[in-house]
């Protein structure tokens, strides 16, 4: 990631899974060194948009998944109150102990919130690397508050109205999507632009909390807590105005949807310019 950030002033152009107003400052540093610098995210929400356009939404959802999804979770978030259920999923890299497993689970039941989970069967390993066996505490869990997954379709997730929270790894798709759908976050970030993205959540966007390295069962509980009771009312404000930006930049007269038409037709230009060069020196 540092190199590409040090190969950056030689770009001609940059394009950015972002929208203005998520990160406007950041946005004009950029283009003092970059002025090309195209913004066409949140870019899920920007595809799905020019898909409905053409009628191929239905296609969209069928294939943007590289894992097989358990649609059932959707069946089971349908019979649960409005915003009352956690949704967590550390995404498709991120490996926990068993130890940290255990300190999520805990923290979760003992917050007493419904919640879905996301657990890869790839995701938990012993202190020695090793893939470990699906813990029998989640197995016999409270099922009556508390649904489990290998895979979920997870933008649809977010966007259900039975989800009020989402405990996530910070990576930058799960991110985007979250602010999107208007879900207020947890944060418990691994490697990479993870740490960052956490702490923009909760310290400049104002989204959601940020759980730093820490991995103990008082704090998840207490997070949850105060992601889904006592600090609701400010996440959800935030959320659903940022949310409101999110789909406004993504719209017809939008700034992303105006950056990609902007970002086509130079492409355009530059490969009708390289045709008129290949013909002239020939």
């Not at 009628?55 to 590289?66: C, D, I, P, R, V």
């Not at 409005?82 to 999923?89: E, T």
């Not at 938990?124 to 409270?142: H, I, R, S, W």
Request: some cysteine; hydrophobic content about 35%.
């Amino acid at each position: 990631m540092m190199n590409e950030t040090r190969q950056t002033p030689q770009a001609q152009a940059l394009i950015l899974n972002t929208f203005e107003d998520l990160e406007a400052p950041i946005l004009s540093q950029i283009r003092n060194h970059c002025p090309k610098t195209y913004t066409i995210g949140p870019l899920h929400e920007l595809l799905k948009t020019k898909l409905i356009n053409v009628k191929m939404q239905e296609s969209y959802q069928s294939s943007n998944s590289l894992r097989e999804v358990d649609r059932s979770c959707i069946t089971w978030l349908d019979t649960q109150p409005s915003q009352s259920v956690i949704y967590i999923s550390f995404g498709s890299v991120a490996v926990l102990t068993r130890e940290q497993l255990m300190e999520f689970w805990h923290g979760i039941v003992n917050s007493k919130k419904r919640f879905l989970w996301v657990i890869r069967p790839d995701s938990v390993t012993t202190k020695d690397g090793d893939a470990e066996n699906f813990p029998e505490e989640l197995e016999e869990g409270p099922k009556q508050r508390g649904y489990i997954v290998k895979w979920a379709p997870q933008e649809e997730v977010l966007e259900h109205k039975a989800v009020g929270g989402f405990l996530t790894h910070s990576g930058w798709n799960s991110t985007m999507e979250s602010i999107v759908a208007g879900v207020p976050m947890i944060c418990w970030s691994f490697f990479g632009d993870q740490q960052v993205n956490s702490r923009f959540v909760s310290e400049v966007w104002k989204l959601g909390l940020d759980m730093k390295d820490v991995c103990d069962r008082g704090v998840v509980e207490k997070m949850v807590n105060d992601l889904m009771v006592d600090r609701r009312d400010e996440f959800v404000r935030s959320t659903a105005r940022m949310a409101e930006l999110a789909r406004k930049s993504v719209s017809e007269g939008g700034a992303s949807s105006c950056n990609l038409n902007r970002l086509i037709e130079d492409i355009r230009q530059i490969s009708l310019q390289a045709n008129d060069n290949r013909q002239r020196a020939s």
